[in-house]
């Protein structure tokens, strides 16, 4: 409960507890119950601590978990923050999870912990780079903490997976998405003591929509006011007022950059794609894969030649196109698709996939699944060799990429393919 810190106001409160404890047989436990002040004279704050009996408590305190503060939140403050998240990491980082397992546990874990405190606070930066460094260094190296660069930019992993991230949810954007809804709650004059509040104290009968705050008012307001001007760059007022509900997901989107989408989306995040394949395609179509050219520019000495073949540099192209091994497995994979189409790249092989059209919906699935799945086996085996075990044998690689691949494929539901399809699908997998 809160309420004015004056010895009238708090008189009331604890009526009001008597009576509420008369009627209903509830009663406050005063070993349990504490009371916290600001800003009031000590000699009235202890008289009203032997009046209720209550206990004297201190700011901050938790508060179903999160820290209650009457000024800015601080970066000490939010340590439990990122400890809870630094700790799951750990548990995690022994368990040697793959790439598209990580992906998922810093999706769905890490940043629910991060929603929940996102919704009471305005989290400062330097927390929030932090949730990312731990974040970062878990997807790339599957440890909580490396200084080591990622293969792509993080605000590039944030991007949907439609413009080429990994859909991860921006925590800078979700965190003003959130408090966005005070600025909702205003504009609708929604009726709760704190609406009442602003209005009697900032707003008077000052616009909403085009208010400025005064220098001297406090950070936390002037932050609400900064989230305001940032939605009136991409929603009217008319907008906001007429949401119902307040949706954080809604805002997050409208805040969330748009960027051009990628065209190879669906070939590389197919629900037929195995997932661990889906991943390192992500990396091969941006080619952002550490192949020798690359790792080349930062390290002079590594050496460039490719391990598969010794022949060529190690570049994306080479590897998966144009280095004699891996031609010769990708077209065991096109042979046993019946794909003839004579790509040398693998966004022209995807793309003339996509081309496929609608009524050939299963060979496409079957064509993503195989050609992702390739991408894989390409840098497995070239792993392998630098690991400094033996290169497999194309008919070792092709025997297990059939292998998984049908596997995936005999979640397709067949009772919705034409004959043509059906009898297609049958062939290949049986
Ligand atoms: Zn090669």
Known sequence: MCCRGDKHSIEKILQGFNAFSKVSGLKANNSKTEVYACGMEEEELQQIIRDSGYKRGSLPFKYLGVPICSRRIGVGQCEKLVEAMTARIKTWSSRHLSFAGRCQLINSVLLSIHQYWAQVFVLPTKVLRDI???????????????????????????????????????????????????????????DNLWVRWIHAVYLKDNDWWEYQPPQDCSWYWKKICEVKERLKKIFTREEICSMEKFSVQKIYTGLDDQIDEVQWVDNVWNR??????????????????????????????????????????????????????????????????????????????????????????????????????AVYFIWYARNQVKHGKNRPSVEQMMDQLKFQVIQKLRMINTDKLNNRERMWLNQIMY
């Open 272 to 373: 037929f794609n195995i997932p661990k394949h889906k991943f390192c395609a992500w990396l091969a179509i941006q080619d952002r894969l550490p192949t020798a050219v690359r790792m080349h520019r930062w390290g002079p000495h590594i050496i460039r030649t490719c391990s598969l073949c010794e022949q060529g540099d190690e570049s994306g192209s080479h590897l998966f196109f144009e280095c004699p091994y891996s031609s010769d497995f990708l077209l065991k994979v096109k042979q046993w698709l019946g794909i003839s189409y004579p790509a040398n790249s693998l966004e022209g092989l995807y793309k003339w996939i996509t081309r496929r059209g609608k009524y050939q919906k299963a060979k496409q699935a079957s064509y993503n699944a195989a050609i992702t799945a």
């Open 132 to 190: 990312e460094k731990v974040c970062r260094a878990y997807l790339w190296n599957g440890e909580w903490f490396s200084d080591s660069p990622g293969y792509i930019a993080w605000k590039n992993v944030y991007r949907r997976k439609k413009s080429g991230g990994l859909g991860f949810r921006n925590i800078h954007t979700w965190n003003t998405a959130s408090m966005a809804k005070h600025v909702w709650a205003l504009a609708r004059k929604q």
